[in-house]
């Protein structure tokens, strides 16, 4: 592609991504001062070469996905921010009373209003977890807290009112079961071995074991749930955009967003800010998905944005990029 080509070609996709008009010669000839034939001649050429592809309801072109892609490697820069945008990120990772998980997760919803686009955050799956101690903390006669704490430092706790038949004391010699038992088990797992491994045993000892295990089965139940680590922020954007102006496309795209196996294929591994454009977003085909890692003190997570096709990209990676910084920054 030389120099003439590249430049219509960005002209074009930034024609396109901000106005959802196929692109035609003469909305070109002004500003590259090229007559009409010239123009067609060129696009013609970019079309064959794949970067283009004609629209079926009027004479002018659109971007391709491989036209996208090549925007994204060789003719785009990311934008950078205006102080108004830059000072909501700050004042969020500034804000002394918020943990770090929480910042992002913020700062996400942000970006989500910011582009009207779709914003995930991912952390890892309780999967990654393993149980390091489970404890029973008394609140007073009839209430209790089941503290579950694993080998990546994070604590979950869940209030439980006690039955009338049910004292402390059982309660915690059941966790002295749990953790002789079930110590270094991923917590995905917990529950299951609850079942087979430590219900059978506390049958034996405590006369309401169904209702104890039921306590600590909820507790276990309760951490897996909470710590998903799947936060969405702006679903409804992505709807708004033209692509997804029918019912079909609409219900696609969220059955999409409910699926959380799906979702975790969002989970990025490379380093820096990457852009997955339709297919190779192992999504949605009609999609592109602007992603990037994260690591604080050795937990990994995935910031990402998902939009049509036609995204302000520069923009994106611009916000994506700053998120990082400040996130490179806390680590610090």
């Known amino acids: ?9 960005k002209e074009i996709v930034e024609s396109y991504i901000k106005t959802v008009k196929p692109v035609g ?25 794949g970067y283009l592809e004609k629209n079926h309801i009027s004479s002018g072109r659109i971007p391709s996905e491989k036209g996208y892609k090549y925007y994204v490697s060789n003719l785009m820069k990311p934008k950078e921010l205006n102080g108004e945008d830059m000072l909501k990120l700050q004042t969020i990772f500034h804000n002394q ?7 992002i997760t ?40 089941a503290l579950v704490c694993t080998n990546k430092g994070i604590v979950e706790n869940k209030k439980f009112k006690l039955p009338d038949n049910i004292f402390v004391e059982e309660l915690v010699k059941t966790c002295e079961i749990i953790n002789k038992m079930l110590i ?15 219900k059978p045993i506390i049958s034996k000892t405590i006369k309401q074991y169904e209702t104890v295990y039921g306590i600590f089965y909820d507790a ?36 999409k967003f409910e699926d ?13 800010v990457n852009v997955y454009i339709g297919e190779e977003s192992d999504f949605d085909p009609n999609v592109t998905i602007i ?27 611009g916000l994506l990029e700053y998120l990082n910084k400040e996130i490179s920054d806390c680590e610090k």
């Open 184 to 198: 270094g088990t991923p917590i995905d797992e917990v529950s299951q071995r609850l079942e087979f491994d430590v």
């Open 106 to 145: 913020k700062c996400m919803e942000i970006i989500a209003e910011l582009t009207n686009y779709t914003s995930v955050v991912l952390g890892k799956s309780s999967s990654d977890n393993n149980l390091q101690q489970v404890s029973i903390i008394p609140v007073d006669n009839n209430q209790v807290i």
């Open 25 to 49: 010669s003469q909305a070109l000839c002004k500003k590259f001062k090229l007559s009409s034939a010239t123009i067609r001649n060129e696009m013609a050429i970019l079309e064959k070469m």
């Open 97 to 103: 009373t918020l943990q770090i998980n929480d910042a």
């Open 220 to 255: 276990f139940s309760n951490f897996a749930h909470n710590n998903q680590n799947v936060f969405f922020s702006g679903k409804s954007n992505i709807l708004k955009q033209p692509e997804y102006d029918n019912i079909d496309e609409i219900k696609k795209i969220i059955g």
């Open 291 to 317: 992603k990037s890692k994260y690591n604080i003190n050795g937990e990994e997570g995935t910031i990402a944005i998902v939009g049509p096709k036609r995204m302000q990209y520069d923009r994106v990676i």
């Open 1 to 9: 592609m030389d120099e003439r080509q590249s430049k219509l070609l």
């Open 260 to 272: 959380e196996s799906l979702v975790r294929k969002i989970e990025e591994n490379g380093e820096g």
